[in-house]
């Protein structure tokens, strides 16, 4: 059954109007006919099966039926990604929406070789991520879309890491805890938010880290090799993931 997003601004128990690119895809690119079933969602947990009804002037009206709402997970992660460069933060944002995080703070760091200086192309690209992550969410059956959170710097991670009961992040420091140590210690506190924090190619510099390792951050290893920046992230949240899981 095809699946797509509707936002829950838009949401209607009744009959829903997807947004145009949304029925563009379904009416001219998969030829949905009168009649045939569809999944729905709004990334905050609620589902529908509908039935698609093509009405005069070839307007797609989605007839809502078996409406659900699925239960919020007792936990959540947030992934603190400094810019990569080239197309891999689009890369990490899709892979971080099939793996279930929650959301995703893009961040500039001294060593990101993208450097996002204009609000409004900051803006651009958010938006952009979080299409790619609904996208994600469409194709994969996640029913909770992360929220891509504006570009911020260092100091702004620090200050809301402070807000987690478990933020990590990930270095490449000689005489750190490996991650397994850590995880060991975090099970026995059951947390409810956790964040992690990937550097950049090159890692965060010492006063970075000083400053995150300041707002409680605990610096952690991955093993002795070392990652690309979106395999840090993916490996990272996998294990997260499977460490927190019910």
Known sequence: MNRFFVAP???????????????????????LANGEMVSLFDGNGRCA??????????????????VSSLPKSKYSISLFQALPKGSRMDFIVEKATEIGASSV??????????????????EDRRGRWQRIAISAAEQSGV???????????????????RDFDVFLVGALSVDIKPLRAVLAD??????????LLIGPEGDLTPLELKIVMDAGAVPVSFGPNIF??????????????????D
């Open 186 to 195: 975090m099970r026995k506190a059951q947390p409810s938010r956790v964040a």
């Open 105 to 122: 703070y893009p961040v500039m760091t001294d060593r990101v070789v993208v450097r996002l200086n204009d609000e409004a192309k900051k």
């Open 49 to 66: 099966v509908a039935r698609v009804a093509i009405e005069r002037g070839h307007r797609a009206v989605l007839k809502v039926s078996e």
């Open 143 to 161: 029913n909770r879309v992360p929220e891509i959170k504006p570009v911020m710097d260092i100091d702004q991670i620090a200050k809301i890491g």
């Open 9 to 31: 601004a838009d949401w209607n128990d009744s009959e829903i109007i997807l947004s145009p690119s949304s029925e563009h895809h379904m009416v001219d690119v998969l030829r």
């Open 228 to 245: 690309r920046v979106e395999t840090a992230a993916i490996f990272g949240l996998s294990v997260l993931t499977y460490e927190l899981q």
